[in-house]
């Protein structure tokens, strides 16, 4: 009977600690540095690079012309988070809101779409 107690025991400990085990992005994973990179625009290839800052628990930034620092730097109007995604949103030129939705690839990387174009984004170190 003993020896049934202590199985069940270790039996409740391996459920209890799959169950607590889940892999959860930290919430403040998306904050830092990122170059963004987006293929085939009518523009051609482009890249952004921005920096997420986390205020009054909400990340806010914008995202600078990597091509053209010079450049005026558009705003994010607002981020959006879930889980292991995030979509940017800013302020076309020609007026709209354009998202940017990425998804976490590993530590470093983001997948996903500016619009509808192929973007990835890799995190810059500081």
Same mark, same amino acid.
């Given at each position: 009977m003993k020896n049934v107690r202590i199985l069940l025991l270790f039996l409740f400990i391996g459920m209890a600690q799959a169950g607590? =085990?889940?892999?959860? /992005?930290?919430?403040?994973?998306?904050? *830092?540095?990122?170059?963004? =990179?987006a293929v085939g625009t009518p523009v051609g290839d482009v890249k952004f690079t921005t920096d997420l800052v986390r205020k009054a628990g909400k990340l806010t930034g914008e995202l600078t012309n990597a091509a053209d620092p010079g450049q005026a730097n558009r705003p994010l109007i607002r981020v959006e988070e879930k889980g292991d995604k995030v979509v940017m949103y800013f302020e076309s030129s020609q007026g709209g809101e354009v998202p940017i939705e990425l998804t976490k690839v590993d530590d470093n990387n983001?997948? *996903?779409?500016? =619009? /509808?174009?192929?973007?990835t984004a890799k995190r810059l170190k500081p």
């Open positions: 607590f =085990s889940q892999t959860v /992005t930290p919430p403040d994973f998306f904050a *830092g540095k990122w170059e963004i =990179s983001l997948k *996903g779409t500016l =619009s /509808t174009f192929d973007a």
